[in-house]
C-alpha cells in the first residue's frame, strides 16, 4: 500500500505561513523528492514532475520577476499545475501577485518558510523520507543485544518471549514483543521499533504482561533500534542437518533489504538466551573482520597440506 502524508501535516510540522489554498490542504504528498523547477520556468515544460512538492527560492523568484509580463504569466499558468501537492516559498521573500492569483485559480496550495532554500530542503527531505518510508510489520520480539539489532522469530509458544525476558535480565534492551514495526529507513537499513500500544510490554505466558521499564528501569528498553540480523527458532528435527561449523549463510528478504538468518533449533536443555548473546558477539566479530569458522576452515586446509605425502603408504 502506498504511503503518503498530507500537506496538511506538513504545514503544521514546519510551521508555514499559508498563502493561499487552504481549503487544499488535505491533499497527499507520495514522493520524497523535491522539486526546483527552473527549467520549467525558462519554458521546458517536457518532464515537469507534478507529483513532486515545488520549491521556489530567490534564484527562481529573481528570474520570474525578470521575465516580461505577458511570458511571466504563462510560465506561471503552466507551471501552476492543478495536480501539484503544493509550492513553497523560501527566505520568506514576497511572492508575485500573479502566482498568488494563478495559484488560487488552480486551487494549489502556496505555502511560505523563513528557512533558507537549501535548509528547508534538507529538512523536509529527511522528513519526508522518515513518514514516507516503506514499512512492514512482523511477528517476534526485537532486543538490543551488545549493539546488535536481533530480531528473535518462530513458532507461537515456542519460547521468543521468554528468551527476551532473560536477556533483559541479563542487562539488554527490549524493543519489541510479539508485532515488530519495521521501516526501511534508507537503502539496506532495516528499523525495527515498537507500536505505541505495546511499547515496553512482554507477553509471558502463565504471567501475562509485564511492563519492562517498570520492573527492571529505563535502560532495559529502547524505542527502536537498527536490525541486523534474525534468529529463527524453531523445534528440534532429528532428521534434519543443521549448520555445526557457521559457514552457511542463509538470509531473510524483508522489505527490500536481506539480512543475515540463523536458524537455531529448540530443544530442552538449550540456553537459548546464552545461544543468542554469544550469535550477536559473532557476528559483531564478523562485522570486525574476523570470522571463526573460516578461520578454522583455513587452519583446517593449511594442516592438511603440511602432511606428509608418503605418511598413508606405509604397510
Known amino acids: 500500500m502506498l504511503k503518503t502524508v498530507s500537506v496538511r501535516k506538513l504545514q503544521q510540522h514546519f510551521q508555514l505561513e499559508i498563502v493561499c489554498g487552504e481549503e487544499q490542504l488535505d491533499r497527499n504528498i507520495t514522493v520524497s523528492d523535491l522539486y526546483r523547477p527552473g527549467l520549467e520556468l525558462s519554458g521546458f515544460f517536457t ?12 534564484t527562481e523568484l529573481t528570474f520570474i ?55 528547508f530542503s534538507s529538512k523536509v527531505t529527511n522528513y519526508l523520507e522518515k513518514v514516507l518510508a516503506p514499512t512492514t510489520t512482523v511477528h517476534g520480539v526485537l532486543v538490543d543485544i551488545y549493539g546488535e539489532g536481533v ?21 539488554h534492551r527490549l524493543v519489541a514483543d510479539d508485532a515488530v514495526e519495521i521501516k526501511q529507513a534508507e537503502e539496506n537499513m532495516l528499523i525495527g521499533s515498537a507500536p505505541e500500544l505495546i511499547r515496553h510490554l512482554l507477553e509471558i505466558r502463565g504471567l501475562g504482561i509485564i511492563n519492562v521499564m517498570t520492573l527492571f528501569g529505563a535502560g532495559a528498553v529502547r524505542n527502536k533500534k537498527r536490525l541486523s540480523f534474525v534468529i529463527q527458532l524453531e523445534t528440534w528435527q532429528a532428521n534434519r542437518q543443521y549448520d555445526r561449523l557457521g559457514l552457511d549463510e542463509e538470509r531473510m528478504k524483508i522489505i527490500d533489504t536481506n539480512v543475515p538468518l540463523l536458524t537455531v533449533p529448540v530443544r530442552p536443555g538449550r540456553n537459548l538466551a546464552v545461544i543468542i548473546e554469544v550469535a550477536a558477539m559473532n557476528m559483531r566479530l564478523r562485522q570486525m573482520g574476523y570470522d571463526a569458522a573460516q578461520q578454522f576452515v583455513q587452519k583446517l586446509g593449511e594442516t592438511i597440506d603440511d602432511q606428509d605425502p608418503d605418511v598413508d603408504d606405509y604397510d
Open 47 to 58: 518532464y515537469h514532475p507534478i507529483e513532486r512538492l515545488q520549491i521556489l527560492g530567490k
Open 151 to 171: 530480531l528473535i522469530m518462530g513458532d507461537s509458544g515456542i519460547g521468543k518471549s521468554e528468551t527476551a525476558l532473560e536477556l533483559v535480565k541479563r542487562g
Open 65 to 119: 520577476e525578470s521575465l516580461p509580463p505577458d511570458v511571466r504569466k504563462q510560465r506561471i499558468e503552466r507551471f501552476c499545475h492543478p495536480f501539484l501537492p503544493c509550492i513553497c516559498v523560501t527566505r520568506n521573500m514576497e511572492i508575485p501577485e500573479e502566482l498568488i492569483h494563478i495559484a488560487k485559480r488552480h486551487r494549489v496550495p502556496l505555502l511560505r518558510t523563513v528557512l533558507a532554500t537549501t535548509r
